[in-house]
């Protein structure tokens, strides 16, 4: 099955600076691969997703870039807030429906 | 239009004991996915369904079970209930397969 690795797994970060947050996938027939953001109490909110005709999706301050032929994609958050700070998890699927969890990473944005 | 939703929120149950959880989808929705998450597996597939059928589930024990009905509402059983299934459940639903998946808030199960 898929395999999806996530680093780092914390990340610590001055308000203002840039995040980024990279994922591998081990399944080349992956296609999907969605960004979720995770505050405390709370489920998965997908923030941002790409699919694989596309090299790369912003939406404000995110942006996602895929690299099929290395497989890999990574999360690029700018001009970080206090209320980025959450757990990130990205995930790779081929029919969208089952999808595969990195471990996550831990933002802390300082103010 | 109101998002996923999961009841209860929070469940205390016993070794041996099993349990139900319940998934409204979005409206509209017809696919329902159930996840699991820990802190040491992360979040893992367990099943989902579409118009009532179950069309793939993920590597648990077959204790693990759900079924979704006609209005694509969706629950999840959990039988001879261990320790290891403290967990908080997701439900995430999607218009279809080829669509984005939303999550709710999930049950956090306590077995004692």
């Known amino acids: 099955g898929e395999n999806v690795e996530q680093h780092p797994s914390t990340l610590s970060v001055q308000e203002g600076d840039s995040a980024v947050i990279k994922c591998t996938y081990s399944d080349s027939a992956s296609n999907y691969f969605p960004w979720y953001k995770q505050e405390l109490g709370k489920g998965p909110q997908l923030i941002i997703d790409i699919r694989s005709n596309v090299g790369e999706k912003k939406d404000q301050r995110i942006a996602v870039t895929l690299n099929k032929t290395a497989k890999h994609f990574s999360l690029h958050i700018t001009e970080t807030q206090p209320e980025d700070s959450a757990v990130y998890f990205c995930a790779a699927s081929f029919d969208d429906y089952k999808l595969s969890f990195g471990a996550g990473t831990t933002v802390t944005v300082r103010a | ?112």
């Open chain 2, 1 to 112: 239009k109101a998002g996923v939703t999961q009841t209860p929120r929070y469940l205390i149950k016993t070794r041996g004991q099993q349990v139900t959880l319940s998934c409204s989808p979005i409206s509209g929705h017809r696919s329902v996915s159930w996840y699991q998450q820990t802190p040491g597996q992360g979040l893992q597939f367990l099943f989902e369904y579409f118009s009532e059928t179950q069309r793939n589930k993920g590597n648990f024990p077959g204790r693990f079970s759900g079924r979704q009905f006609s209005n694509s509402r969706s629950e999840m059983n959990v039988s001879t209930l261990e320790l290891g299934d403290s967990a908080l459940y997701l439900c995430a639903s999607s218009l279809d397969r080829q669509e984005t998946q939303y999550f709710g808030p999930g049950t956090r199960l306590l077995v004692l």
